[in-house]
């Protein structure tokens, strides 16, 4: 099993430009959702999904949009970078329920000039 | 909204010595309080977690202990190696805030430094 795959590690954007970070496990995970790590911050969702079908906002989820078509993917897209989505971002997904034993992916360190 | 506090922010040991890392948590719902260690450039993995409804778990030199009454929990390492050194994260299971239950809120971080 790979666990969960995130791609890219690492983007760079200019203000304004629109992207996909893309997140897939092969773990047969209901949950999955999305975190963004910035310093001295901890982590903090965006958005989640509870299964293929559903998604629902997080702390966070200005900015950011989710969609979860199969059980295996969850991508995160932003519509319109912004500095303030300069972030390292983690894709993570779980088999017992939302907070249960998180397994995270490798994260995207991103940066909109 | 809910939160958990961390503390303290940085700590520095011994080698050999012990960590005591606590954190707070607001909401009386929370039932589930993971740790999460991160090291330098990687992702961050579980290494202990307790529901509520037990007060201590012990995994060989780590410990976790609640206090449910007060609403605060401890991450406790002993005897601590140069591997330890990471930022350890706490995190406490959202019980009753609207759509976003169930879902885990984290402390901001200990950057733990052993010293051989």
């Known amino acids: 099993n790979a666990g969960v795959t995130q791609t890219p590690k690492f983007q760079v954007l200019k203000t304004g430009q629109s992207m996909t970070l893309q997140c897939a496990q092969d773990?047969?995970?209901?949950?999955m959702s999305w975190y963004r790590q910035d310093p001295g911050m901890g982590l903090r969702l965006i958005h989640y999904?509870?299964?293929?079908?559903?998604?629902d906002q997080g702390e966070v989820p200005n900015g950011y949009n989710v969609s979860r078509s199969t059980t295996e993917d969850f991508p995160l897209r932003l519509l319109s970078a912004a500095p303030s989505q300069t972030s390292v971002y983690f894709c993570?997904?779980?088999?017992?329920?939302?907070?249960?034993?998180?397994?995270f992916g490798s994260g995207t360190q991103l940066s909109v000039l | 909204g809910e939160n958990v506090e961390q503390h303290p922010s940085t700590l520095s040991v011994q080698e050999g010595d012990s960590a005591v890392i606590k954190c707070t948590y607001s909401d009386s719902a929370s039932n589930y309080f993971p740790w999460y260690k991160q090291e330098l450039g990687k992702r961050p993995q579980l290494i202990i977690d307790?529901?509520?409804?037990?007060g201590e778990k012990k995994d060989q030199r780590i410990a976790v202990t609640l206090n449910k009454t007060a609403k605060h929990f401890s991450l406790h390492i002993t005897e601590t190696q140069p591997e330890d050194s990471a930022v350890y994260f706490c995190?406490?299971?959202?019980?009753?805030?609207?759509?976003?239950?169930?879902?885990?809120?984290f402390g901001k971080g200990t950057k733990l430094s052993v010293k051989p």
């Open positions: 307790i529901r509520s409804n037990v």
């Open positions: 773990m047969n995970h209901e949950y």
């Open positions: 999904s509870v299964g293929a079908g559903i998604t």
């Open positions: 993570a997904s779980s088999s017992g329920g939302l907070s249960e034993k998180l397994f």
């Open positions: 995190a406490a299971s959202i019980g009753n805030y609207g759509g976003s239950q169930g879902n885990l809120i």
